[in-house]
Structure formats: C-alpha cells, structure tokens
C-alpha cells in the first residue's frame, strides 16, 4: 500500500494511500528523506475503493503518555474515554458525544 503526505483543502496535512482506510487506523508514511512517520486516520474525507484521502493526527505524540495510549482525535496522550459515538478512544472535550457520568 503507498501512502504520501498532502496537503488538504483547510491547509491540514492529510494522507493519500492506496485502498480503503478507516478512522483509527495506524498508517505508515514513507517520507522525501527515506524516513518513516506512523499517524493515525482521524476521518476519511474521500474514498472510491482504490484510494483514500484521510485527515490525520500524530501517532506518537512529542510527549509520550505512561501507557502509549493516544487519542484518535488529536494524537496526544493522557486521560481517555471510549467515545460513545465511534468507539474510539479520545479525550473527553474531544468525543462528539461524551460518555454519561464522567
């Protein structure tokens, strides 16, 4: 599967890659310089079938969590919560729907 960085239309850093991708997803980008990032898909913006265009977030955040757990919207660590809506875990100001009794 190849998978480039580019630029979306907000001005966002987004993915291009081969096949289909799903929010959550962990995806490898090999970059200009022979280096490798790992980002998470945050949203598929477009897809038909043979490529997908994906909003993104850091894998690995420059602060790194105790656990390794990052959110799947931002991409940084600390508390989290399953998001009720997704089932995705996220800070809480970052679910669209915040789980009742936290």
């Not at 959550?24 to 997908?52: C, E, F």
């Not at 919560?81 to 995705?88: H, K, N």
Request: with cysteine; net charge positive; proline share 4%.
């Amino acid at each position: 599967m190849a998978t480039s960085f580019t630029k979306l239309k907000n001005g966002d850093w987004g993915v291009r890659t081969d096949g289909s991708a799903a929010v959550g997803q962990s995806v490898v980008v090999a970059k200009r310089d022979g280096s490798s990032s790992t980002v998470i898909v945050t949203k598929v913006l477009w897809t038909d079938g043979k490529v997908s265009l994906c909003a993104i977030s850091r894998a690995v955040p420059k602060n790194n969590s105790r656990n390794g757990s990052v959110c799947a919207e931002c991409g940084r660590g600390g508390p989290l919560v399953t998001d009720l809506e997704d089932g995705l875990r996220k800070h809480y100001r970052c679910c669209d729907l915040p789980p009742s009794g936290y």
